[in-house]
């Protein structure tokens, strides 16, 4: 029998079989109790890695559509899309707007045309021509990177016969002939250079030599005795950054600027050999000067700093030097704003324009200030000097962190919720002047100046450019103010109108930014400068 021992009794064997028998069920059960409970597993797994999935899923929703708690609306839709530049320019891509782009693309944005719903407008020259029914026709989140009519500062010939106090003295052709006649014959031993606003061609030439029927061009003084260093002449490059009209507010890269040297020494003087005299493409950089390398590049300081601490060294007075200079730059916005208004009347709003321009200027050995020209979308390329890299991103990121364009959302008056504006500048921050917003005087009336800085006596206008101001303050980085001037505060504290000739000869809306940033330094030192 099948199973069967020659050496057991046949019951026990029977018995053992039948056992055997039954031992496969409990296997087969466990089998079954296994198989199943690995299934288990399996499918607590699949779900674990699906609600992860979803989980996933909704937080990145959520990032990119952030809802306020309570409500189903996105808080900020518009300002979570990627933000995009528009670069208009001939030969964009032969590398001189490098910086331009690499500074652009850093802050997050990406690079669109025309056709696109893009933030920002950089546009290499002035654009107000050809882009013509664009910029007449902006949301109010868009911004621009110049502003309207500035070509009134920028012209070479309507600078220079401007006729301020930093400027020159300078004569429109043919316009100003006698007067420049008059004027030689006065001063015989002055020099003369003829310009146009195409800046080339500059040449020191007698007065018999020169062109007194050129239309556009206009004569001016050169300056014969500049300050020099290692017996260079050379020119200071102040990058400034025009935020607002009416009201004003200018301010300039405080920490820095840029230094450009002839190529030829100046003496002994020869007026055929312009390298001498004139600031070119060519020009020897500062850490090519032996007595500004050691400063420059060993020690590591900016080109301020470096020009300063060389003047410092000689006996000259730094801080003398670049007041005249803000003051300079001062004079021509102010004389100039009413020309940036009136070209500013057809747009539905002059808060989409912002620009930077260089004042570049030189001095004389007795520290007289001279400004030359200012100039319109400045060189940014460093394809001549790579050192200058470092200079040029520092320009573009602090005039756009300034602007708000390195912020995000770009514009808190036109987009999202209010909490979301308030959030970054507040009514509450804006507000001066406790004790007098609460005296009989301005509860009464809201007509002096001061009381039209109250909370009750501010329009929406009013509101928002004050908005505007605050956060140009607190994202002001290495800029600093030109228009409104800084105060000490003892002097904000102590101001009296009748003794302020600066102050009265503002128009009513400068008056009041003057008065507001007065205001605001009594109760923040930091506001002061």
């Known amino acids: 029998m099948k199973g069967s021992s020659p050496y057991m009794p046949r019951y026990e064997q029977d018995v053992l079989n039948r056992l055997h028998g039954r031992s496969r069920g409990p296997n087969r059960m466990l089998y079954m109790v296994a198989a199943i409970l690995a299934f288990g597993v399996f499918l607590t797994l699949v779900n674990i890695y699906e609600l992860r999935r979803i989980q996933h899923e909704h937080e990145h929703h959520m990032a990119r559509n952030p809802t306020v708690e309570g409500r189903g609306e996105p808080l900020h839709s518009m300002s979570s899309k990627q933000k995009i530049v528009w670069v208009h ?217 470096t020009l300063s601490y060389y003047l410092r060294q000689h006996g000259k007075n730094d801080t003398k030097l670049f007041m005249e200079v803000r003051e300079s730059i001062q004079e021509v916005y102010l004389k100039k704003e009413k020309f940036l208004i009136q070209s500013g009347a057809g747009y539905k709003s002059t808060r989409n324009f912002f620009e930077l321009v260089r004042f570049d200027f030189v001095f004389d050995e007795d520290m007289n200030l001279y400004l030359m020209e200012v100039n319109m979308s400045p060189n940014l390329s460093s394809a001549h000097f790579k050192e200058n890299t470092l200079l040029y991103e520092q320009v573009i990121f602090n005039m756009l962190h300034l602007t708000g364009v390195a912020r995000a959302p770009n514009d808190i008056f036109s987009r999202g919720l209010i909490e979301e504006k308030n959030m970054q500048a507040a009514l509450k921050d804006v507000q001066v002047l406790s004790e007098g917003c609460n005296s009989a005087v301005c509860q009464e009336s809201c007509r002096s100046v001061e009381c039209s800085l109250c909370h009750r006596c501010l329009d929406l206008n009013w509101k928002n450019a004050l908005r505007t101001a605050y956060l140009e303050h607190m994202n002001r980085r290495n800029c600093r103010r030109v228009f409104p001037p800084s105060f000490t505060q003892e002097f904000a504290k102590n101001w009296k109108e009748s003794t302020d000739t600066f102050y009265k000869n503002l128009s009513l809306s400068n008056q009041k930014i003057y008065t507001w940033f007065r205001l605001k330094c009594i109760q923040d030192l930091t506001w002061c400068h």
């Not at 490098?98 to 893009?118: D, I, M, P, Q």
């Open 89 to 305: 320019a001939k030969h964009m891509n032969s590398g001189y707007l490098k910086h331009v782009f690499s500074v652009f693309e850093r802050l997050g944005y990406t690079r669109g045309g025309k056709a696109s719903n893009w933030d920002v407008l950089w546009a290499h020259d002035y654009p107000f021509a050809e882009l013509k029914t664009v910029l007449h026709n902006l949301n109010p989140h868009q911004k621009v990177n110049h502003f309207p009519g500035s070509g009134y500062i920028t012209n070479k010939v309507s600078l220079a016969t401007s006729d301020l106090k930093f400027i020159p003295k300078a004569f429109k052709m043919p316009k100003d002939k006698d007067k420049l006649l008059e004027h030689a014959k006065e001063y015989p031993e002055k020099m003369w250079v003829q310009k146009s606003n195409n800046h080339r061609g500059i040449r020191i030439l007698q007065l018999n030599q020169l062109d007194l029927t050129s239309d556009n061009t206009f004569i001016q003084e050169y300056i014969a005795k500049p300050f020099l260093i290692d017996k260079r002449k050379f020119d200071i490059g102040i990058y400034t950054i025009l935020t607002s009209i009416n009201p004003l507010r200018v301010y300039i890269l405080d920490t820095e600027l840029l230094l450009r040297f002839c190529a030829a020494d100046y003496y002994p003087f020869d007026a055929s050999i312009l390298k001498k005299y004139v600031v070119a493409d060519d020009y020897t950089a500062t850490w090519q000067l032996p007595s500004l390398k050691k400063i420059y590049s060993d020690m590591g300081h900016t080109h301020k700093e």
